[in-house]
């Protein structure tokens, strides 16, 4: 398991370096620029910023200074912020967006794992149909429309939760609802599926035949075998539930690193969206890496050759 580390860790280093190259160039291929604004900007100003920052260089020049500041994790001065560097970003709205994130899956977990569990158990059943009715439902409606939603029930007319920012326990309810109800459905409906499938199997009528109760069965035989799509699902949605709470955030005023991300995206804050792509392909990359060690502990059988 050790080499198998090492080597997702070395094939990993030109993936990052792919990334990194190709956001550097559409960034810098898009029309606009850091330092346009409506006013007009006196030339020798402008030309001053841009030898401040480096863009006055030709662009190849800009890309190796790039790769160079990358290789020592140094992801440069935010050019919408000049007074925070890009690491001093990401170290303050990420912890925000990996609350949100972790909340939002544990609730994903929560809701989905047992709600496929009695699908599958109630198969055909009205319990069964309403369950898959309701995930119908969850796929279909979008996080902008499912967090205004939540704000004007629970917090507008029911007084029960407060509708925006970040901080208290309460605060992080209707933001996680909105967040992980997606990823709830999907959990729910690759339970579901694959527990129908192993129930099925041979050695689960070989324990029903010798009396074995349905709760142990569920428990510790069908276990294992269910968690394993939904375990192969958790890696991407990790990161997933990390970088796409941008809509949340804005919908609930979170101060997280999508608040950011926008934000300079709209700006053309070529060095802050870099370093959060790249911040956030290298996630997804150990996120990944992590459910693949899991397997091994899901199933012995499993070899890393």
Not at 62 to 85: C, H, I, V, W
Request: with cysteine.
């Amino acid at each position: 398991m050790i080499q198998f580390i090492l080597r997702r860790c070395l094939i990993s280093i030109p993936v990052m370096f792919l990334v990194a190259t190709t956001t550097f160039f559409i960034m810098r291929l898009a029309p606009g620029g850091p330092f346009l604004s409506e006013r007009a900007i006196p030339p020798e100003i402008q030309a001053n910023i841009q030898a401040k920052y480096g863009l006055d260089q030709p662009l190849l020049v800009q890309y190796g200074k790039y790769l160079y500041n990358l290789a020592r994790f140094d992801l440069g001065p935010s050019y919408k912020y000049p007074e925070r560097t890009v690491n001093e970003i990401i170290a303050e709205g990420f912890p925000v967006s990996l609350q949100l994130g972790l909340a939002a899956l544990c609730f994903a977990l929560g809701v989905g794992i047992p709600t496929g569990v009695l699908a599958a158990v109630k198969q055909g059943r009205a319990v069964d149909h309403l369950t898959m009715g309701v995930i119908l439902f969850g796929i279909s409606v979008p996080t902008f429309v499912t967090g205004p939603l939540l704000v004007f029930v629970f917090s507008l007319t029911l007084y029960w939760l407060p509708p925006a920012l970040w901080g208290s326990w309460d605060q992080m309810i209707l933001p996680a609802i909105t967040l992980g109800l997606p990823y709830a459905v999907y959990i729910a409906r690759l339970t579901r599926s694959q527990l129908i499938d192993v129930l099925k199997q041979d050695y689960i009528r070989t324990a029903r035949a010798k009396g074995v109760s349905e709760f142990r069965i569920l428990w510790k035989h069908a276990r294992n075998s269910t968690l394993m799509p939904v375990v192969s699902f958790l890696g991407p949605a990790l990161a997933d539930l990390v970088t796409g709470s941008i809509v949340v955030e804005k919908i609930f005023a979170i101060p997280g690193l999508g608040r950011y991300f926008v934000e300079s995206a709209f700006s053309r804050d070529y060095t802050t969206v870099l370093g959060t792509v790249v911040f956030y392909a290298g996630l997804l990359i150990a996120a990944n890496l992590v459910v693949d060690v899991a397997y091994k502990f899901l199933d012995p059988r499993i070899e890393y050759s």
